[in-house]
């Protein structure tokens, strides 16, 4: 197990520095680009009173300096206080997290459970009236714009059907129509993904072997087929779950969700400098988890990757 | 955030609206951007049309909860720290003004029950007995003193110290006197205690618990108090049961942000909520036309106007101007892009306002004449830019779009450029723009001087144009106490205004709302949300 402790310090020490470049070009970023003071005051403020308030908030310092204070507040767990809500940042941003991770898990548990299935008997069934169907819903479903697919579904399965309500966070209820709208894009990536992996296993030596040799279809399939077919799959997937919970904008936004994509959105808007920083850092760590479970399952599923990494 | 889901990448604006971020800034002709706009609409409207509802219910109700969707969630309880619409809507609820401006465009008694200027520069206000805090402390005359000076008060740090500037001192002589010295004589001295920055916090809760906790939980007099806040969730509110001026006609309030216009209506249509704000044109007809819904609007207390960078050529020519506003078809404005929902301006006071003038006629539209004014002007196909943002006033985009379409027919080489919210924000406070741009001037007084004086005149954060008689009446009429002497002042202001025109003034739209049927509700021009007894009542089962 040592070898597993190495890699595991080797990249925790890279996760710890992608943080770091990611805090310091947000940083640079977001002020460079905006100043959050004429968004606070009245548009009648004076100059004066301007300059006041860049003061206060320690605006006024050179860039450097203001850099300094930053990295020192972060090495300390502090993340600064709101510029919008008067709060401390990390604090705000956290209290998105819980939304965020339940519209983002189920969105894909559903786009996952739906998808890979759909995948596997479009490989199976190939050229089958159900490819080409489970195909072309999937490419709608890639191409449709999410904006456009959450006004649908709530014009349609909750203003005419009434089956569930039209926006906000309650029960489970309101959980259905956002996540079937955010996990739609990550359920037809997938779907092709594990589609095309499929076939290409499909047509390898060792499955003609297996077939050869008598074995079932069923063990065909699950054990040599899907097995083999694997990595890619985990890898979109992987992919699509660090986005489901990063990228959720439109989604919540079309929705009344209280998800950190759109705290993210409002707060670049609002040039709240401390809250940007700490969604980022959040959105960072996540990514850099889920990575890390992708790395160490791909050496559960495939022993040949252990060797190639340090 | 770190990775952008290409279907999901899609920055929405500010306010966001279903209108397409084109870049694209050659200007249209009018039947292509009719066109567009036509093709805009179908995605929302369209989509609503095609939707139909169930049979009509009941028009009255049970509940004795009010639910409001806004276009956005609020920032904090705090009214000193904020100015923003969505902002506002609360915390003229939790708290009370001294003053209050009802919808007819009046003042009201609110906290003082009468006030009276003692001397030219001094008003005294008797204030109101045996009023409670939320938290059941008196209400006194300390509490009146503290909130007005906090506002200025360089040590509490607040947004709105350039509300009461004309203060010089205050003085509390008892429980229920409040006495103000102005430094110079201020007529709207009470009007400005009406609106923000006039919210009156509690000077003891907020001395013993400090401006953090203060926002957090917030302690006011109004007719509501707060319950609980989940961020771009909901925000609870409980109707005060000893409210001073009555309980009000539901025992919660809930405020719920959904952004989206599209989803805010379907909210209402299906009953989820049971007002919403920002109620736009394309929708009035739709939630009329439902049987359980219907639209109320108000006149809005100031207007949408292309203000004008002067000092950049060739906008310093006030022939030019002339003719920009001139070449400008408002009435098409209003009938396609407000479907009705506004009027055409006659100058730079809104219609609504004290001293504004019934017998000028709408602003025209005459291309003939404003072609004869270029050329007068020796006007040299120099680019025109108008600086546009998406969704900071409604229609912002499609207007100038429209208005650039009518510049190139008269021969104005006009350019639309796409700026983003803060863009605009920091242009403003740097006074960079390149040409015209959107404002959206509120009349926080019901006073030209509370509008076009605020924001036109020296030091004014339109500062871009000065004319030495217009200031000289601008400046008198701001400290006169002889109303006819200000309505002649504003008078001749609006003459020279429309000669040299620092603002082309466009629209002055409606500010319109969703209700159920059995909501009645008067809403106020100004864009205060009060819920009180003069304005709301729930019809019961």
Redesign the interface.
Known sequence: MRGFGAFLAYRLFRALIALWLVSTVVFVVMRLSGDPVPLLLPPDAPIAEMERVRHDLGLDRPLPVQYAVFLGNVLRGDFGRSIHFRQPAMEVALSYLPATLELGVVAFLIAVLIAVPIGVFSAIRRNSPLDHAAMGLALIGQSTPTFFLGILFILVLALRFDLFPTSGRGDWRYLVLPAMTLGAFAMASIARITRSAMLEVLRADFIRTARAKGLGEFVVVAKHTLKNAALPILTITGLQFGTLLGGAVVTETVFSWPGMGRLAIQSIYNRDYPVVQSTVFIAAVLFIVINLTLDILYGVLDPRTRETRP | ????????????P?R?T?QSDNRDSKALSRREFLGRAAVLSL??TG??E?????PAAAQTTQKRELIVAQGGDI??F?PH?S?SSNDIRVSFNIFDNLTSRRPNGKLYPALATRWARTAPTTWQFTLRQGVKWHNGDPFTSADAKFSIERTYD?AA?T?????FTTIDRIEAPDASTLRVYTKKPDPLLPARLGF?GGQIVPKKYLEQVGP?QF??KPVGTGPVRFVSW?????LVLEAAPDYWAGKIDVDRVTF?????T??RV??L??G?VDAITQLVPDQWDRVNQNPTTRGVGALYAGLYVLAVNSKVKPLDNPLVKQAMSLAIDRTAIVKELWRGRGIVPNGPIAKGDNHFDPSLPPLPFDPPKARARLKEAGYKNEPIYIETTVGYVANDKPMAEAIAAMWKDVGINAVVEVI????R??K??ERSFKGVFW?DPTSTLGDPDGMMW??LGP???QDYWRHPEFDALGNAARFSLDEKFRGEAYQKMTRIFLEHNPWIVVIQPNEDYGLQRYVEFTPNPNQQFDIRRFNFRMRRA
Do not use: I, W
Not at chain 2, 2 to 11: E, H, K, L, S
Not at chain 2, 50 to 54: D, E, I, P, S
Not at chain 2, 420 to 423: F, H, I
């Open positions: 955030m770190t990775a952008g889901d290409p279907a999901d990448g899609a920055v929405p500010r966001p279903m995605t929302a989509l609503l095609a939707v139909r509802l169930g920032s904090k705090d720290f100015t360089p740090k947004l709105v110290s350039t509300v923000y953090d926002n957090a989940t961020k771009d969730d909901k719920r942000p959904v952004p989206e599209a989803p379907a909210a249509l299906k989820e983003e919210y803060s863009v924000a920091q403003n406070r404002s605020r924001l030091g004014g954060p």
